[in-house]
Structure formats: structure tokens, C-alpha cells
């Protein structure tokens, strides 16, 4: 394998956790639900399918628990923003907290325990060995589904009556409810699922990227995520495209280290890139962005919109 | 108006509670969490009712009311700092990088500057507030300028610092004397805040702490400046029908706000470790924690005094707990995240009033 190929395939499989956790946030906030928990969902998962790959044997369960707990947590969110209607905003951060709180809570046994069983690398035949392309094809299964997922999730939100929904939730829930529409439903759903994909997130890094718990292990991807979402302009296929670019400035980090550059520095790179990529997007000339939905972070209430 | 009637007892909507309801849904709040929490303690197999005895047994002995107020000066200064901030609309989510960068501050003017001896102490202090508030700069012009999220940015820029604060000890700053640690020199004693003799409360911050809480309510209850940030929190369409400069305005809250935080660092290398260490050594998780604060005094700065208290008490009940019963660090963030959730849930309690023959609530 040559060195841009392997680099594309590495800068591939250290962008999936924060693409499956900004598609499932990039639904939460087109439904007009700001969850800010997602670091939060991301650590427990990454506990919990851990956790569960290691006392069942079995990966699929993992997986499942993962997303299971994401959503779980993002009940909470959901009771507070969309049921009670209060501040999103401060909500999301108290997830986050929690959810830290909780996986190293659980994870304290798990530390430096190896999972014997962890998602292994799938090689599509011929494919797999274009240059360069092959990369796309030389990935774990959790990765295979991301592509799968970001088609689909495109196709519904863009193509689709559900998708339509969902979108006029977001951008006026009030019409939207004047034509039958559940506000609350779909934002219940959409909030749901953005969890199970923060869950699913966390315990890509866990059970397929590096196969063992350490604290903390999320480190800042969950919010990384969110950046995504606004760089995505809340677009399924712009996330996917987004979290690459995102993937390989960590994986850049690692391959400046052996320059003589200094670590901690290296460590910051990805912070930076996601601060300053959210501000060219706004520099007039470029931009290109549409405008984040009409609603997001507002309660709806039917007697007060 | 809805109005719910059960065995005399009703129920009606309200616009705003009353501060006595205000105060007593926090006290509410603060109970559900401890009662979530022992849930989720009892859960993961630690007796809850062992763990609360230890915490309240020792946290109320001379030794931990010094180390609670020792933890309650940069809880404040950071509390009182992210209520301006607040205010004024902007979600600072960064005091636990502008702390950081107080703190690295005052080290370049404690270790590396050549003055005056006795203007050292001053300068530091001034220094570190400056960086603070730079560093709180940076996210709202990107918000103001290019429309940047606040949150993201300066949630980013907490990573970004406490890179830096790791790699100047870890590099360039790292104490000839530390034998492989990753701590500067230690600071010469010109630059020591003052101690209240036996204990680590560097008395001169707390006097500042609780005076800004003072000031700061005052610039939001008389000045005009508070009130125009106020209005330009609401967004900069209503500030540029009024006419207000929205920008300016903003920036300075924040400021303000990455000042006082900036303080709080300083505070912490001055007066409580005297050198700058790795960066989650300097601050365990104050910035953040004082999200917590201002929420809990209703970004009313008067009340950041009791919040501070409280939110002091309980991290020094983690550091308890932490070594008695052997719990990761990080553990305390479920209660953190409990109070934020419960605080939320009475809230919304609170849109509705409790009459119950000639009692009101």
C-alpha cells in the first residue's frame, strides 16, 4: 500500500466517530433540538460497548448497548427541551458533564483491560486494491455503514415527505403544526436518533478504532462533532465530506510528531482547524452555506408560538 | 390563565416566580441531585449513605472549610465573570481556558520578566487578566465578525489552552529544579499572594472576588453600559434598532468576563501552587463548574457568593471521596450534571404556583 493511499484509509477510520455522531446531530438540529450532550453520549457509549462486548463476547451486542444508552441520555434532553421547554443550551451541557461523569464511573474497572474481540478490518475484493480509492474499501464494518448511513439519511431528509417533516419542524414549527404535523413527535425522534448515533460514535472508538477504555477517551470529538454539523450546513453528504477533512488533521498530528514538534502543540491542531474552518466559511467571499434551521435551540409551545 | 384544582390545593400559571419560590426551587434542586446521584451511586455498587456521611463529616472541620474556601475564591471570580458574559447573550463556555491562560500570565511576569520586585505581585496580577480577557476576546470578534459560534469556539479554545499551558511545561518553561516533573521553577515569594497563616486561602482574591460580585451587580442594576448589554444579548437586530453599538458591547462583557476568569489563574499559581504545573492540575474543571454557579445564583451576582459555597463544598467532597473510596476524578461530573438537570426541571416547576387555602407558593 503507498503512503497517500494508507494515509487516506487512516484519515478515513479516525473521521468515522465524529460523522456518525454530527449525521445524528445534523437530524436533532434540522428538527430544531440543539443537543449539546453529544461528548457526554459519545463517552457513555464508548463505556457501555465496551462493557458489553467484553462480558458478552459479542460486538453486535456492544454496539446495540451503545446506542441504546445514547438514546436513553438523549431522553433526558428531550424531555427538558422539547416536553418542558427549558434552556437547550445549558441541558446539552449538563449531558455532556453527565455523560463523562458516568462513563468513567463504569469504565474505572475496564482501564487497560484488551478486548479480544473488536471490529476487524474488511477488504473488498478488486476494490480494495485501486490506489488511493482502495482506501474507501480496506475499513472496518461500523465505517462501511457510515457511507451507507450518510446515503440514506441524505435520501430522507432531502428526498422524502419525511424529510420535508422534519425540515419544517426545524425552520417553522408553527406551520408545520397547522398541517397536521407532531411537532413534538418529530422532534422526540429525531433527538432519539441523533443519540443512538452519539452512542454508535463513541463506541466506534472503543470496540473498532482503538480497541481498549481509557478515560476520556472521546477527547473532545463529541464537540468536534458539532462544529461538523454547522460546517455541514446540515447536510448528510457535506458531514461526510467535512469529517475527512476533519480525520486527517488528526491524523496529520500524529505524522508531525516525528518533526521534532512538540506534542501538547500537536494536540491542539484539531481545536484550531475547527475554529478557524467555521470562520472561513463565514468570510463573505466563500460563503456557500445555507442558513442554520429558523428554529433551532427555541421551544415550541402551541399556546404561545 | 390555566388553573388546576386537587383537594383545595391549586394550580396556576405564573410569568415569574417570587424570590422566596426561586429560592426554595434551588434548594429542591440541589436535593434531587443528591438523591439521583446516591441513585447512581447505589447503582455502580457504592453505598451512597457512607459516601455523603464521609463528604459532610470532614467537609465541616476546620481543615476542609479552609480548603472549601480555597476552592471557593477561583469558583467565584469565574462565576461572577461568566454571569456578565451570560448576560450579555454570549454563551462563554471557555473560563476553564482563560483561567489557564491568567495563570500563564502571571508565571511569564513571575519568572521571566525583569521588574521592579515590588511591583511584580501587581503586574502579575494585571497580566493575567489581560490574557484572560484576549483570550475571551478571540471567540466573540470571530462571533461578531464572522458570525463564528460561541459555544464551539470557545469550548475549542479550552482545548487549545490547556495545550499551550502543557507544552510550556512540558518545553520551553520547564523548571531546571523539578527533576523531570512537568512544573516550572518555583515562584520567587515576591510574587506569593498572601495566605491566611495554617491554611491555603490566599485572602487578597477572596476580598476581590466577592467586591467584583458587588460591582458587577452594580453595573447591571444602575449603570447604563450594563443595561445596553443587556439589551444586546437579546440579539443584534434589537440592538441595531435601538441604535446601541452591538459588537462593542459585546466585547465588553467578555472582557469582563475573561478578566475576572483570567484572575481566578492567577489567583491559582499565586497563591495556591506557586508555579505553573500541567494543565489539568491548575484548574479541575472550574471554568467549568462555574456554568454551574452562574446558573444556580440566576446570573444574579449577589448570589454567586452562596453558589460558589456550594459548588466549593462539593468539590472538595469529589477530592474526599476520590481518596477514600478510590473514584476516578471525573466521577463528580454526574453530580454536576444532575444540579444543571434538576435546576432545569424545577424551573419549569416554577412557571406554576402552589395555593393551598392561605398558603402560596
Given at each position: ?33 440543539l ?32 446506542s ?55 477488504e ?12 474507501f ?9 457510515s ?8 435520501y ?5 415527505k ?43 472508538l ?37 469529517s ?9 498530528q ?52 | ?23 426554595l ?20 455498587g ?5 459516601a ?47 483561567l ?15 521588574v ?27 462571533k ?37 516533573f ?48 443587556k ?6 437586530k ?40 500541567y494543565?489539568?492540575s ?28 456550594l ?43 402552589v ?7
Amino acid at each position: 500500500m503507498d503512503y497517500i493511499t494508507e494515509f487516506i484509509a487512516m484519515m478515513i477510520s479516525a473521521s468515522t466517530a465524529i460523522l456518525l455522531a454530527a449525521l445524528g446531530e445534523i437530524y436533532a438540529e434540522r428538527s430544531g433540538v440543539l443537543n449539546l450532550g453529544v461528548e457526554g453520549m459519545m463517552a457513555v457509549g464508548a463505556t457501555i460497548a465496551f462493557y458489553a462486548t467484553l462480558s458478552t463476547g459479542n460486538i453486535i451486542i456492544g454496539l446495540l448497548s451503545a446506542s441504546i444508552s445514547g438514546m436513553l441520555l438523549s431522553l433526558i434532553h428531550g424531555f427538558i427541551s422539547i416536553t418542558i421547554r427549558s434552556n437547550q443550551v445549558i441541558s446539552g451541557l449538563a449531558l455532556s458533564m453527565m455523560g463523562l461523569g458516568i462513563s468513567s464511573l463504569i469504565g474505572r474497572n475496564l482501564i487497560g483491560t484488551p478486548l479480544r474481540n473488536s471490529l476487524g478490518i474488511i477488504e473488498v475484493a478488486l476494490l480494495s486494491d485501486i490506489p488511493v480509492i482502495g482506501a474507501f474499501f480496506r475499513q472496518n464494518a461500523l465505517t462501511f455503514f457510515s457511507y451507507i448511513l450518510t446515503a440514506i439519511l441524505w435520501y430522507i431528509l432531502f428526498k422524502t415527505k419525511i424529510g420535508i417533516a422534519i425540515r419544517m419542524v426545524g425552520d417553522n414549527p408553527k406551520s408545520a403544526d397547522s398541517l397536521g404535523i407532531n411537532v413534538y413527535t418529530v422532534r422526540y425522534r429525531c433527538t432519539l436518533l441523533g443519540g443512538a448515533l452519539a452512542g454508535l460514535a463513541g463506541a466506534y472508538l472503543s470496540v473498532a478504532y482503538t480497541p481498549t477504555w481509557i478515560e476520556g477517551m472521546t477527547a473532545g470529538q463529541g464537540w468536534i462533532a458539532l462544529a461538523l454539523t454547522v460546517f455541514s450546513a446540515w447536510n448528510p453528504l457535506y458531514a461526510l465530506i467535512g469529517s475527512y477533512l476533519f480525520g486527517g488533521i488528526r491524523i496529520l498530528q500524529f505524522r508531525l510528531q516525528p518533526l521534532g514538534l512538540s506534542p501538547p502543540l500537536l494536540s491542539t491542531l484539531p481545536y484550531l482547524f475547527t475554529i478557524i474552518s467555521l470562520a472561513l466559511l463565514n468570510i463573505e467571499k466563500i460563503r456557500w452555506r445555507i442558513g442554520a434551521p429558523q428554529h433551532l435551540g427555541k421551544p415550541y409551545h402551541r399556546e404561545e408560538a | 390563565m390555566k388553573v388546576k384544582m386537587i383537594h383545595g390545593l391549586k394550580i396556576e400559571r405564573r410569568e415569574e416566580p417570587g424570590l422566596p419560590a426561586r429560592i426554595l426551587l434551588k434548594v429542591l434542586a440541589v436535593i434531587l441531585s443528591f438523591l439521583f446521584s446516591a441513585i447512581l451511586f447505589a447503582i455502580s455498587g457504592i453505598d451512597p449513605w457512607y459516601a455523603y456521611t464521609l463528604i459532610f463529616v470532614r467537609s465541616f472541620t476546620y481543615s476542609g472549610l479552609a480548603e472549601i474556601t480555597t476552592k471557593l475564591i477561583p469558583i467565584l471570580l469565574c462565576t461572577v465573570g461568566l454571569i456578565v458574559a451570560f448576560k450579555a447573550g454570549i454563551w462563554n463556555i471557555g473560563a476553564e481556558g482563560q483561567l489557564l491562560l491568567g495563570a500563564v500570565g502571571a508565571t511569564w511576569i513571575a519568572l521571566f520578566v525583569d521588574v521592579y520586585d515590588p511591583l511584580r505581585l501587581p503586574l502579575a496580577l494585571l497580566v493575567g487578566m489581560i490574557f484572560g480577557a484576549s483570550w475571551a476576546l478571540i471567540p466573540i470578534i470571530l462571533k461578531v465578525r464572522l458570525n463564528v459560534n460561541e459555544i464551539v469556539s470557545t469550548l475549542m479554545m479550552n482545548y487549545v489552552a490547556s495545550g499551550i499551558v502543557d507544552y510550556l511545561v512540558y518545553g520551553p518553561w520547564k523548571g531546571a529544579r523539578e527533576w523531570g516533573f512537568p512544573y516550572t521553577d518555583k515562584f520567587p515569594d515576591t510574587v506569593w499572594l498572601p495566605l491566611i497563616p495554617g491554611t491555603r486561602i490566599h485572602w487578597p482574591t477572596l476580598i476581590f472576588g466577592v467586591f467584583s460580585s458587588i460591582m458587577v451587580y452594580m453595573l447591571f442594576s444602575k449603570t447604563v453600559l450594563g443595561f445596553e448589554m443587556k439589551v444586546c444579548g437579546q440579539g443584534r437586530k434589537i440592538a441595531d434598532y435601538l441604535g446601541m453599538p452591538y459588537g462593542s458591547r459585546l466585547m465588553i462583557a467578555m472582557v469582563i468576563s475573561g478578566g475576572l476568569v483570567g484572575l481566578a489563574g492567577v489567583g491559582e499559581v499565586c497563591g495556591v501552587h506557586r508555579r505553573l504545573r500541567y494543565a489539568s492540575s491548575i484548574s479541575s474543571g472550574y471554568g467549568y463548574t462555574a456554568i454551574i454557579g452562574a446558573w444556580l445564583s440566576g446570573l444574579n451576582p449577589l448570589g454567586s457568593i452562596p453558589s460558589a459555597f456550594l459548588l466549593a463544598f462539593l468539590l472538595t467532597g469529589r477530592d474526599i471521596i476520590q481518596v477514600s473510596l478510590g473514584l476516578p476524578f471525573a466521577t463528580s461530573n454526574i453530580f454536576n450534571g444532575c444540579i444543571l438537570l434538576s435546576m432545569l426541571v424545577v424551573e419549569a416547576l416554577g412557571r406554576y404556583r402552589v395555593r393551598w387555602g392561605r398558603w402560596t407558593i
